[in-house]
C-alpha cells in the first residue's frame, strides 16, 4: 500500500487536468492511466511529446559528457531537438568550457525548391516539407537561448548542395570537429549521404551520434546504412561504435569512441 502522503503528491490539480492530457502520459504507480477519452488526434500529440522528451533525455547524457565540438543537426527544420541541445548545452555550463562550439541546423526549411532541388525519386517526400521560411526555421525561438544563438548556423539548402567541397574546407581550414552529430532526416538517400560526408570529416576522437530511424522498418531500411558507417569508421579513425539507448520510439543514440 503506498503511504497517504505520496498519494498525495502524485495528485493533478483540478485546473490542469485538461492540460495534461495533451502532454503527458500519466501513470498511478507506475501503471499508465488509460487515454481512451483523448481524441486520435491528442494521443498522437501525446505520444511524439513522449519522444520528444527521450530526445531531451538525450541531449542532457550527452550534454553531461560532452568531449568538444560542434553539434551538428542533419533535418533541424522546425528547430525542436536544435533547441534542446543549446539548453542542454547551456545546462552543463559548456558556454564558458567550450567556447568555440558552434550549433549547425542543415535543412531545406520549407523550400523544396532550393537549389538543384531534390533527387527527382523523394519529391513527394520533400513536398510534405513545404512551408514558410520562418515556420521551417523559426529563429525567434532562439532569442531566449541568449548569447548561444549567436553561435548558431541556419544552413539552408539540401544536403547534397550544402555539406560540399567548400563546407569540408573550411571545417579542415578552421579545425573544426564534431561532438555531436544528430540524424533526423528520414529518408535512406539523406542518411547514406550524410554518413558519406562525416566519414570525410570526423576525427579519431570521441564523438556521439543519433539516428533517428535506427530502428524503423523503413524501406530501404537505416540501420545497415550505419553498420557500414560505423565499420569505415573503425577501419579509417580506430572508432568503436557503443550503442548507448534508444532515442524515443525507432531512434539509437551511439557513442564513437577511440578503442
Ligand atoms: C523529421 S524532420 C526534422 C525535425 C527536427 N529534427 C525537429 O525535431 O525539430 C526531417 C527534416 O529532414 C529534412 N531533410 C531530409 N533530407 C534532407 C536533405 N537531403 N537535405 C535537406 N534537408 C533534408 C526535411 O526537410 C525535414 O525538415
Redesign the pocket.
Known sequence: MVPKVIRKLYRVPRRLRHVRDYRVIHDDYGVLRSVSHLSPEQRMITASARN?RA?SEIALDVASNYPGGDYF??????????RTFIAAFDLNGLAARFTDTRFYA????GNPDHGRG?PVEDRTY?EH?RNPFDV?APLASLEPYGALKDRCVIVQ????DTLSDDFKAMMRREDRKIGFA?L????A??YK?VFDFLLEVMRPERMFIEI?EYFEEHKPAIHPLYQEFAAKAKQRYNLDSLYMRNAGAYGALFCLMPT
Open positions: 520528444y530526445r543537426e542533419f533535418g533541424a527544420g522546425s528547430l525542436n531537438t536544435f542543415f535543412d531545406i526549411f531534390p520533400f516539407w521551417a539548402g539540401y544536403f547534397q544528430f533526423d532526416c528520414n529518408i538517400s539523406s549521404f533517428d
